[in-house]
Nanobody, 123 residues
Framework: QVQLVESGGGLVQAGGSLRLSCAASGRTFSSYAMGWFRQAPGKEREFVAAISWSGGNTYYADSVKGRFTISRDNAKNTVYLQMNSLKPEDTAVYYC????????????????WGQGTLVTVSS
């Protein structure tokens, strides 16, 4: 069992930056791939970024490539999402998720989800 708690959301102006964190419980965090997803009001949840268990592979949605960076610190059981050059269309609740297979990616089966953190980007 893995419990995930996101933090770091907030209100930021367009062009600004935020760093989201996702702290995981459990001693097997390093074996999980981790992903970030988001859901904007009235829209379906969408994939944002993912990182394999080792950190050797990362994946990004086209809409965030070059602006967002996913990373992980297995010693701290934490995954991060650095978000730069934020746009109003990035406004959403951001969720982190854990994939037991360790591979990650947009099509992976994510087994555990956090409660989400709200990011609001003003124009």
């Amino acid at each position: 069992q893995v419990q995930l708690v996101e933090s770091g959301g907030g209100l930021v102006q367009a062009g600004g930056s935020l760093r989201l964190s996702c702290a995981a419980s459990g001693r097997t965090f390093s074996s999980y791939a981790m992903g970030w997803f988001r859901q904007a009001p009235g829209k379906e949840r969408e994939f944002v970024a993912a990182i394999s268990w080792s950190g050797g592979n990362t994946y990004y949605a086209d809409s965030v490539k070059g602006r967002f960076t996913i990373s992980r610190d297995n010693a701290k059981n934490t995954v991060y999402l650095q978000m730069n050059s934020l746009k109003p269309e990035d406004t959403a609740v951001y969720y982190c998720a854990a994939d037991y297979s360790g591979l990650g990616g947009p099509a992976a089966q994510y087994d555990y989800w956090g409660q989400g953190t709200l990011v609001t980007v003003s124009s």
